[in-house]
């Protein structure tokens, strides 16, 4: 079993839609959360980071950690064309730490 | 935010021959740096931690003498593949940890094609 799971995708939505991206885990150490946004043949963009459970908002992007369950996710509200990206959960147990990644995340936004 | 580069974007190389890239962090001093790899479709594998001033640390699996690391200041990491063949190509992607903080950024990759 991998640490960190992420359903591949792809995932295909219209424009307007919300769309909510989800990663499991296994380990409890985790404590230090991160969703990245890679486009094609670019490193990956920082996009949300959250310690320990709870909830963080940017503009139309939410992060939510519920430790009990190992269980991220990320909703992007509004979303737009130029969203359509792969998306990669991330997570380590400490600051210095390894980061552990899922798969990714491909996603499709149609006009 | 802080901000990597990495250099250079792209390369293409003959078998046999070694590919240096480097990384930079601009914004602050980086004692550690990571080094990934990622194929098509997939996610990223860290392939060693780099640590400043001592030798790097490598992944189970990555062969040391082909993937040459030298962190020879706070800002800058290179990632020397060495004797190069095509089944190195692939995304080579680098990272730093905000100094003090605990996300990670990344540099642009370098996309390697051996021929």
């Known amino acids: 079993q991998k640490e960190v799971e992420q359903d591949p995708g792809p995932l295909s939505v219209p424009e307007g839609a919300i769309v909510s991206l989800n990663c499991t885990y296994s380990n409890s150490a985790f404590q230090y959360f991160m969703w990245y946004r890679q486009y094609s043949r670019k490193g990956p963009e920082l996009l949300m980071y959250?310690?320990?459970?709870g909830n963080k908002e940017d503009g139309r992007f939410t992060a939510q950690v519920d430790k009990s369950s190992k269980y991220i996710s990320l909703f992007i509200r509004d979303s737009q064309p130029s969203d359509s990206a792969t998306y990669l959960c991330?997570?380590?147990?400490?600051?210095?730490?390894?980061?552990?990644f899922g798969q990714g995340t491909e996603l499709s936004v149609k006009p | 935010g802080a901000v990597v580069s990495q250099h250079p974007s792209r390369v293409i190389c003959k078998s046999g021959t070694s590919v240096k890239i480097e990384c930079r962090s601009l914004?602050?001093?980086?004692?550690?740096m990571f080094w990934y790899r990622q194929f098509p479709k997939q996610s990223l594998m860290l392939m060693a931690t780099s640590n400043e001033g001592s030798k790097a640390t490598y992944e189970q699996g990555v062969e040391k003498d082909k993937f040459l690391i030298n962190h020879a200041s706070l800002t800058l990491s290179t990632l020397t593949v060495t004797s190069a063949h095509p089944e190195d190509s692939s995304f080579y992607i680098c990272?730093?940890?905000?100094?003090?903080?605990?996300?990670?950024?990344f540099g642009q990759g370098t996309r390697l094609t051996v021929v």
């Open positions: 990272s730093v940890n905000g100094q003090g903080r605990t996300e990670a950024f």
């Open positions: 991330a997570m380590k147990g400490n600051q210095g730490g390894k980061l552990i």
């Open positions: 914004d602050f001093q980086a004692t550690t």
């Open positions: 959250t310690y320990s459970s």
